[in-house]
């Protein structure tokens, strides 16, 4: 090349295929050793170059490094993208690649050097039209013309979404009212499975593309801070709930399937009900309760003796299986109650409305009418498909009041808890355990939380054993006619001795000790011993609104109690309880997880009160690693203590350390002068 000669060149690290990166030209100076060459640049800024990186040589005249800026401006006007399409159609035909001189002919009628560049310079800007091979470039077909372009349309696409969402993200974060696009929802997803399930979450990219670009960590804690930044998420939204694959909405169909029922009520299958609309009837209940599902009530018979009625509410009435309402209910398998709020098996206006035995209405029920011998063991039973009318919506505390004053216009009340006494001591006698530990109730409403604990009570004693009579009455009712029913049993237990037993303190230890020694209850198709409840044949049918296999029950029941084939058989009723019992598990587990984490955060509001404890058991005793039983709250919480203690101990402790979202919590043991000076 001689002295004066434009060039075109590359500088080292320069990516070829970036087509936004400016040209880079300069003129020869003089050659530099054997191969490399010094050229000049427009700022006069020497360049040692080896012909590799010299992309092109503008020959035929010379130049002075002055000159390069004139030169740009002298071939803009050739530089019309629009015009390669042209000399495209022309070519494509013949697929014949041509070199830059020839494009400059075929574009502007004219080869000079200057034309001759601008035809390269389309040519390697061009994103559709030609393909370079070597030193000459080769018309793409139609169809690929065409690919290209799609992809060039939606790569545009993609990048107005991208500024359009980075705008409204950093609007939200301003506090903002947002209206977020269509085209957002797959980005903010991302960022919630990353939230949720970190470095397992699929299609993580769109999430690590959005935090690097608000400048924020990459990882799963930003994730979560940025979507409550965004005011998406509460800073206490349930990754329990998110990990787990519980739905917690309704389908559309589904929706409609439950107001067509409630505007226009389906045939009823059980077209012979016995009416028992004249008998006093109790539904009684926690005062929050929506889904009321049972009742009871006693008639007096002319021979002098008693007949228990439970009256269980009937979903199946609006429920056919295999409709949508039914395959919806499998799905969720039951009810899941957080303290935040339930997550309902059927749609609420259904399971709260007709389904539920709500006072002063005309309800229909699965009634099952027993009599008991006086030791409390049945004597006989029916069951029927009926009409009730239930007379007294009572909470646990109206009917522990009503019992404790003996209100006399209630004798229907005092006959039953006398049959639950009864019903207690002949199961206790058939091996009954009982296990009375402290439970608690935790409710969130507008943030604030309450915990009240649920003690054993005449009214919830009351309840719990008309429930398990029901229980039993129906499994004896399913042996009895060879029914595939979901039978719930338990293996009998090892328990400690009598003698270890007495040496543990009576109440929540000896209780404690029990109860790690209780096998899991089971469901099979088959009627089994259910240990710790004393019977030797038990399904669950109290809760059909809100348990899946209490409603597979009922299906079965009344099927046959009408004469028709089961609508389950055996095998399918068997692998219905298999995946009910998986989903339920699951259920079980998010709502333990989320009681735990709302009764870590509650302490940690509370960190500055003392709470009374009682050592329950070592849970690793050489690491002084013990289980507590905040009384107070009903809460048992993992304790390690630095000094000498007892199972059975009390002591006062406070709160160290908490985060909810992490599970930690650290207590610390308050001196009896501290607690004294609290109190004071």
Not at 207 to 212: D, F, N, P, R
Not at 460 to 470: H, P, Q, S, T, Y
Not at 504 to 516: E, K, Q
Request: glycine share 4%; proline share 6%; net charge negative.
């Amino acid at each position: 090349m001689e002295k004066g000669t434009l060039i075109e060149f590359r500088l080292q690290g320069d990516n070829t295929s970036d087509k936004t990166r400016p040209r880079r030209l300069a003129v020869v100076d003089r050659p530099e050793g054997k191969k490399h060459w010094i050229a000049i640049d427009e700022r006069g800024q020497p360049h040692t170059l080896h012909p590799r990186q010299i992309s092109y040589v503008i020959a035929g005249q010379s130049y002075k490094p002055t000159d390069i800026a004139g030169f740009w401006q002298s071939i803009q006007p050739y530089l019309d993208p629009s015009s390669l399409e042209v000399a495209w159609e022309l070519l494509v035909e013949d697929g014949e690649p041509v070199d830059p001189a020839a494009m400059a002919m075929l574009l502007f009628s004219e080869q000079s050097p200057l034309l001759c560049y601008a035809a390269y310079y389309l040519l390697s800007e061009d994103k559709f039209y030609f393909k370079q091979k070597g030193d000459r470039y080769e018309p793409r077909s139609a169809a690929q013309v065409t690919e290209l372009k799609h992809q060039s349309s939606m790569e545009a696409q993609r990048l107005l979404e991208w500024q359009g969402f980075l705008e409204r993200l950093q609007a939200a974060l301003s506090g903002e009212t947002v209206e977020w696009q269509s085209s957002d929802r797959p980005r903010l997803e991302s960022l919630e499975r990353y939230a949720v399930f970190a470095e397992e979450a699929n299609h993580r990219a769109p999430a690590l593309e959005t935090l690097s670009a608000l400048g924020r960590p990459e990882t799963s804690q930003a994730a979560f801070q940025l979507l409550v930044d965004l005011q998406l998420w509460s800073p206490h939204e349930n990754l329990f709930l998110r990990r787990s694959q519980l739905p917690t909405q309704f389908p559309s169909k589904v929706l409609e399937m439950a107001q067509r029922h409630l505007n226009c009520p389906p045939p009823d299958p059980d077209t012979n009900r016995l009416d028992l609309t004249h008998l006093k009837l109790y539904t009684i209940d926690d005062e929050s309760t929506r889904e009321i599902d049972d009742g009871l009530s006693v008639e007096f018979l002319a021979d002098g003796k008693q007949r228990l009625w439970i009256h269980i509410a009937d979903p199946a009435r609006w429920v056919t299986p295999g409709d949508e309402l039914d395959l919806e209910a499998r799905r969720r398998c039951t009810t899941v109650y957080l303290p935040t709020g339930m997550i309902p098996m059927f749609p609420t206006e259904l399971a709260t409305g007709p389904m539920s035995l709500n006072q002063g209405q005309v309800c229909t029920a699965l009634s099952f009418g027993v009599v008991l011998h006086e030791t409390g063991e049945v004597e006989d039973y029916e069951i029927h498909a009926s009409l009730v009318k239930p007379t007294y919506r009572l909470t646990y505390e109206d009917v522990d009041e009503m019992l404790e004053l003996g209100i006399q216009a209630e004798p229907e009340l005092e006959a039953i808890a006398t049959w639950a006494k009864r019903r207690q001591a002949w199961r206790q006698s058939q091996g009954a355990i009982s296990i009375h530990m402290p439970e608690s109730s935790i409710k969130v409403c507008d943030d604030e939380i309450t915990i009240q604990v649920l003690e054993d009570s005449l009214s919830r004693n009351l309840v719990a054993e008309m429930m398990i009579l029901a229980g039993e009455v129906a499994g004896r009712y399913g042996e009895a006619h060879n029914l595939a029913l979901p039978f719930r049993g338990q293996a009998q237990p090892e328990l400690p001795s009598e003698g270890e037993l007495l040496q543990l303190p009576p109440g929540p230890v000896r209780d404690c000790a029990i109860r790690r020694c209780m096998p899991r209850s089971e469901v099979s198709i088959t009627p089994f011993r259910h240990a710790s409840l004393g019977l030797d044949t038990y399904t669950q049918v109290t809760s059909p609104i809100r348990r899946y296999t209490d409603l597979l029950a009922h299906f079965q029941i009344k099927a046959h109690l009408r004469g028709e084939p089961l609508p389950f058989s055996t095998a399918t009723t068997q692998e219905l309880i298999q995946t009910i019992s998986s989903t339920a598990y699951e259920a079980t587990l998010v709502e333990r997880h989320t009681n735990r984490y709302w009764g870590l955060e509650f302490l940690r509001r509370h960190s500055e009160d003392v709470w009374q404890a009682l050592l329950l058991r070592w849970l690793r005793e050489h690491e002084n690693l013990g289980l507590v039983l905040l009384e107070e709250l009903g809460l048992e919480m993992a304790m390690r203590f630095n000094r000498p203690i007892e199972v059975g101990d009390r002591l006062h402790i406070r709160v160290a350390y908490a985060d909810p979202r992490q599970d930690i919590i650290q207590f610390t043991e308050v001196s009896p002068s501290t607690v004294q000076a609290v109190a004071g």
